[in-house]
């Protein structure tokens, strides 16, 4: 059975970084595209980032270029997320997604098809 567990959320100052991890279970991340998507509440799910099983190709949203890097470790089957310079429109629930390519290029949270159960992150001075 395939799980995704994010990690990493907490309380941080604005300006300030933090780092989320997201561990897979039961497939290998490498053959799927896997990313962070982010929900606030009353709002709908946006896409963060994604990273391709295809070419490992990197998308960001417009919102976080700059700011954040997400990477892949196949060894230990994880995939990061790591925010810098964050600020209080940051704050949300962060979940990590797996779908394909496709949905994962667009940075689309509706054609994924495995997602964990999230992790909060604050931004707040």
């Known amino acids: 059975q395939m799980h995704l567990v994010e990690s990493g959320g907490g309380v941080v100052q604005p300006g300030g970084s933090l780092r989320l991890s997201c561990a897979a279970s039961?497939?290998?991340?490498?053959?799927?595209?896997i990313g962070w998507f982010r929900q606030v509440p009353g709002k709908e799910r946006e896409g963060v980032s994604c990273?391709?099983?295809?070419?490992?190709?990197?998308y960001l949203s417009d919102s976080v270029k700059g700011r954040f890097t997400l990477s892949r470790d196949n060894a230990k089957n994880t995939v990061y997320l790591q925010m810098n310079n964050l600020k209080p429109e940051d704050t949300g629930v962060y979940y990590c997604a797996a779908g394909s390519d496709y949905h994962c290029a667009l940075i689309s949270p509706y054609g994924m098809d495995y997602w964990g159960k999230g992790t909060l992150v604050t931004v707040s001075s």
């Open positions: 990273i391709t099983n295809s070419d490992g190709r990197v």
């Open positions: 039961g497939f290998t991340l490498d053959y799927v595209g």
